[in-house]
Nanobody
Framework: VQLQASGGGLVQPGGSLRLSCLVS??????IVWFRQAPGKEREGVSC????????YYADFVKGRFTISRDKTSNTVYLQMNNLKPEDTAVYYC???????????????????WGQGTQVTVSS
């Protein structure tokens, strides 16, 4: 199983980026984006449930980020709009053998992780 995250970069406050996560070797129940800022814990950002298309967001990104999936390419996207300096972090995508909607944000539930992509929001 491999996850390949890409799309990070440097953007000014208020700008946008789209992250991509290509999943191979597994048909996952869910694909989740996490992020980790320097000196902070890794936190759940958003989740896409492949069985029913449900999406989940952390409160701090609701209304700004949108998660979606291209089923044909098994790629999940995270469209990030109105970026803020506090969004600066390394973003990781993850998946696992199961899915628990009520606790999608717990990193311990996921067995496979991408390598991370740096997002820096700065003027």
């Amino acid at each position: 199983v491999q996850l390949q995250a890409s799309g990070g970069g440097l953007v000014q406050p208020g700008g946008s980026l789209r992250l991509s996560c290509l999943v191979s070797g597994l048909n996952p129940y869910a694909i989740v984006w996490f992020r980790q800022a320097p000196g902070k814990e890794r936190e759940g950002v958003s989740c896409f449930s492949t069985s029913d298309g449900m999406t989940y967001y952390a409160d701090f990104v609701k209304g700004r980020f949108t998660i979606s999936r291209d089923k044909t390419s098994n790629t999940v996207y995270l469209q990030m709009n109105n970026l803020k300096p506090e969004d600066t972090a390394v973003y990781y995508c993850a998946t696992g053998w199961g899915f628990y909607a009520n606790s999608w944000y717990l990193r311990s539930l996921y067995d496979f992780w991408g390598q991370g992509t740096q997002v820096t929001v700065s003027s």
